[in-house]
């Protein structure tokens, strides 16, 4: 079986190898900003076929940004959960992370969504749902997920979008986000996105690449509180951007945050929807 489970992937669900290939050689270092045990043990056993993933030439800036990215979404999470101990955590296109078995405190009940396709290869190299644990198995724009899981709306929800978004139209997103904010009144949801500058940037460089990955990027959020205008009673909590962290690895290239077009063309955005009920 070595080197074919991966055959089955293609367009989006393809680039969960981007992520993983990557927090794996991140692992390996000394002086690591993240440790992902369990990217480390995919990588070796070589299963997956990464030989798609190696032939992109990606930019070591790009790689440290992404990590830093991964990084943030476990500490909104962690933060969340020490605001809400038993809180319900929904990762939407969970790919290959394992940010449950980083996060847990023994208490949260975790659902981690994502294709078809995908939820496959992660029962057959993670594992299935045990206790708290469990796994959704559809688009995330099929709302019958959704209906399943809000049986109660007191409960606190957390719902995670990593490098998810981009992948499709606005109008989907935006129905998606009413839709949670309809069905878990004062839950959080938070989510990374590309500026519109940057999306028309890789798709020109996916463009060319040899690679020839089957992937485009939809949509870019030019203004974070544009998200507000979706629904009533969103809220944005915060923002963060790879560059308002003094990263050493960065240094390099810490001149564009004084570049209005390039400061900001990656963030990640928190935001409340709506007021939960009492």
Same mark, same amino acid.
């Given at each position: 079986m070595s080197g074919t489970t991966s055959q089955g992937l293609s367009g989006v669900a393809e680039t969960l190898l981007i992520p993983l290939y990557?927090?794996?050689?991140?692992?390996?270092?000394?002086?690591?900003?993240?440790?992902?045990?369990?990217?480390?043990?995919l990588v070796s056993k070589r299963d997956l076929d990464f030989s798609r993933i190696k032939q992109i030439k990606m930019d070591k800036n790009d790689q440290v940004a992404l990590i830093l990215r991964n990084r943030k979404f476990d500490h909104y999470t962690i933060d969340f959960i020490s605001r809400y101990p038993e809180a319900n955590i929904v990762h939407i296109g969970c790919g290959l992370d394992s940010r449950f078995e980083r996060v847990d405190n023994g208490q949260i009940v975790w659902y981690d969504l994502d294709l078809p396709e995908v939820i496959k290869i992660r029962k057959e190299f993670i594992g299935d749902e045990v206790d708290r644990y469990r796994l959704i198995s559809c688009s995330v724009f099929d709302n019958s997920w959704i209906d399943k899981i809000?049986?109660?709306?007191?409960?606190?929800? %957390?719902?995670?979008?990593? *490098?998810? @978004?981009? &992948?499709?139209?606005?109008?989907?997103?935006?129905?998606?986000?009413?839709?949670?904010?309809?069905?878990?009144?004062?839950s959080e949801l938070v989510f990374d996105a590309f500026s519109p500058f940057l999306v028309r940037m890789n798709n020109f460089r996916f463009k060319i690449s040899r690679a020839k990955m089957s992937v485009h990027y939809n949509?870019?959020?030019?203004?974070?509180?544009?998200?507000?205008?979706?629904?009533?009673?969103?809220?944005?909590?915060?923002?963060?951007?790879?560059?308002?962290?003094?990263?050493?690895?960065?240094?390099?290239?810490?001149?564009?945050?004084?570049?209005?077009? %390039?400061?900001?063309?990656? *963030?990640? @955005?928190? &935001?409340?929807?709506g007021q939960a009920i009492t």
């Open positions: 990557i927090r794996a050689l991140e692992s390996e270092r000394s002086d690591a900003l993240l440790k992902d045990v369990k990217a480390l043990e809000a049986k109660n709306p007191k409960l606190n929800f %957390l719902f995670l979008a990593e *490098g998810v @978004f981009m &992948y499709f139209e606005e109008a989907q997103i935006k129905s998606l986000v009413r839709a949670l904010s309809n069905h878990f009144p004062g949509w870019g959020l030019k203004h974070s509180k544009d998200v507000e205008e979706w629904a009533n009673g969103i809220t944005l909590m915060n923002e963060w951007f790879p560059f308002d962290e003094p990263e050493p690895r960065l240094a390099g290239i810490r001149w564009v945050k004084h570049v209005p077009l %390039l400061a900001k063309v990656m *963030g990640i @955005f928190h &935001y409340r929807l």
